[in-house]
């Protein structure tokens, strides 16, 4: 999100679908609670293991201006992404309340809103489609995408995984697939902070008609990080080599390449959370696999609030370097898997735009959106996922040395104990 007003003064002022239901019925009767010695549901009644649910995780962005104040009210309100102290539930709906009509403005000028459900969308059905294909044995799969501040938010995502079959009593089988490939506390550990919470409140103690069995309830798994997958770094690759082409051929070997990515608080890095270096091996992949025949820099774009962040900071990255006289630059979105605010008015608007004053040397590769290398990673990160049989990977077991989350403990403690019903369901 493009915040280059300064929001510490506002903070300072503050302080002061419904998709088919797969052959379930028929067995969801098998199941009772309490009752662990029935057998495990085959879904499609045909021996495979599916139908299985591929939940795409990310942050969202809200499709109309109509949706921002909405968006921006999640967005502050939550404590893992922008930690604003305990006055966090008052100064966070001023904040979103004062952002509001900027925000609208920044996604008027994207064409009214933001396209990453629209991506998100394509990118799961497309993944899936491909799954379907080369994991037969977890077939069908079925696409979802849940997001943690704008529609089809997390809440009505998991209502909607019942609604089609999935636990609820009947079993089921789901991938939580954050579409962050580099794992934060902030971003994926948030996102799987509030799936738990809606899991808790839908099949678990808090929910309205009691708890459902776990057997009855959905097994979940998660696929928490591919920072250095090598077709996510294919496909970076082949639009940064594309766009290079962009360039005179004299010109071109003097090109640097600026790999930015959403900054985070200081507080938050120095917590002790993973995302800077995962960041760093996406970047370190790239250029290896281009030949490390260009100069780069990782970079930091969207700080937000009073805080230090996470620098340098794209914007000023751009303004330094032009001044040394070095006006060539590509920009790589190197921790965004779609188009959105960020890339669209962020990079393209303001960095290029303002920064640059629309120097032609400065250019912004294309996101991955629909690149075919990108969707084939997908598939081949969810199959080889899948064919594991984990439940989550070692590394998210760990939490950050400084964390003191109840979320965070519970969270983690659910998704890692999702592996004894996974085995029990083998
Ligand atoms: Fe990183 Fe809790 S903040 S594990």
New binding site residues.
């Given amino acids: 999100m493009a915040l280059r007003s300064p929001l510490s003064c506002v903070a300072k002022r503050a302080t002061a679908t419904a998709q088919s239901t797969q052959l379930l019925s028929t067995h969801a009767s098998q199941w009772r609670r309490g009752n662990a010695t029935v057998a495990p549901v085959k879904q499609n009644g045909a021996g495979s293991k599916g139908p299985t649910a591929m939940v795409f995780m990310n942050m969202g962005g809200p499709s109309t201006t109509d949706e921002v104040h909405g968006f921006l009210s999640m967005l502050f309100a939550d404590k ?1 992404l922008i930690p604003l102290g305990p006055l966090q539930n008052y100064i966070g709906p001023y904040i979103a309340r004062r952002r509001t009509p900027k925000i609208q403005k920044q996604y008027a000028e994207i064409g009214g809103g933001s396209p990453i459900r629209k991506w998100s969308e394509y990118q799961a059905a497309e993944m899936c489609k491909i799954l379907d294909r080369t994991s037969p044995e977890t077939a069908p799969h079925k696409p979802y995408v849940a997001f943690r501040y704008a529609n089809p938010l997390t809440e009505d995502t998991y209502k909607q995984l019942i609604a089609d079959g999935f636990g609820g009593g009947k079993g089921g089988r789901a991938v939580a697939f954050t579409q962050y490939p580099q794992y934060s ?1 902030s971003t994926t ?1 948030s996102s799987l902070n509030e799936l738990w919470k809606w899991r808790q409140r839908l099949e678990g103690k808090r929910a309205a008609d009691g708890e459902v069995d776990a057997e009855g309830a959905i097994k979940w798994s998660v696929i928490d990080r591919w920072p250095a997958h090598t077709g996510l770094v294919e496909a970076f690759a082949q639009l940064i080599e594309k766009k290079l082409l962009e360039y005179p051929p004299e010109r071109r070997d003097n090109v640097v390449l600026l790999f930015s990515a959403h900054s985070l608080p200081m507080t ?1 890095v120095n ?4 995302y800077p270096s995962e960041v760093a091996a996406t970047v370190y992949a790239v250029m290896s696999r281009l030949g490390h025949k260009l100069k780069y820099r990782l970079v930091w774009q969207s700080q937000v609030g009073p805080q230090p962040w996470l620098g340098a900071q794209t914007s000023d990255t751009v303004k330094e370097y032009m001044k040394k006289g070095q006006t060539d630059m590509l920009l790589i979105p190197i921790a965004f898997t779609s188009d959105h605010i960020e890339t669209l008015y962020e990079l393209d608007k303001e960095v290029i735009g303002e920064d640059a004053e629309g120097h032609e040397g400065v250019k912004r590769v294309d996101s991955l959106n629909d690149h075919p290398v990108f969707i084939e990673a997908l598939a081949d990160i969810a199959k080889a996922h899948l064919a594991s049989g984990k439940a989550v990977s070692k590394q998210m077991t ?3 040395p ?4 109840e ?3 519970a969270s ?1 403690d659910f998704f890692a104990g999702q592996q004894k019903h996974l085995d029990a369901a083998a």
């Fill in positions: 893992d506390c550990g938050v917590r002790g959370d993973p760990l939490r950050c400084k964390c003191t989350s979320r965070c403990l983690k």
